[in-house]
Nanobody
């Protein structure tokens, strides 16, 4: 098991919602809390892209293609990061991953298995 474990994906119709969770069961709180955390996604045939990020003090940033529809949040006490996805569209179909980011905004840890999100009828 890697440092980060994603869950919550599934099949949803266009316009629907999902909430993804990212847990850090092997990471102690003092290591998790200072991390800038992010959600990424990778669609078939495409590169992995950063979707949203959240600082330790909960300042958030979103890619243009999800702004206004997705919300990232974190629970430092539970060492978890969430991604609430509303008004999902077919183009949101991808495997979603979470990771911490370095000071140069690069992924910090090995990638987990991700969670598949499929939007379709």
């Amino acid at each position: 098991q890697g440092q980060l474990v994603e869950s919550g994906g599934g099949l949803v119709q266009p316009g629907g919602s999902l909430r993804l969770s990212c847990a850090a069961p092997r990471m102690i709180t003092s290591v998790f809390n200072p991390n800038l955390m992010g959600w990424y996604r990778q669609a078939p045939g495409e590169e992995r892209k950063l979707v949203a990020s959240i600082t330790p003090d909960r300042t958030t940033n979103y890619s243009d293609f999800v702004k206004g529809r997705f919300t990232i949040s974190r629970d430092n006490a539970r060492k978890k990061v969430y991604l609430q996805m509303n008004n999902l569209q077919v183009e949101d179909t991808a495997v979603y991953y979470c990771n911490a980011l370095t000071s140069t905004k690069q992924p910090k840890y090995n990638w987990g298995q991700g969670t598949q999100v499929t939007v379709g009828s």
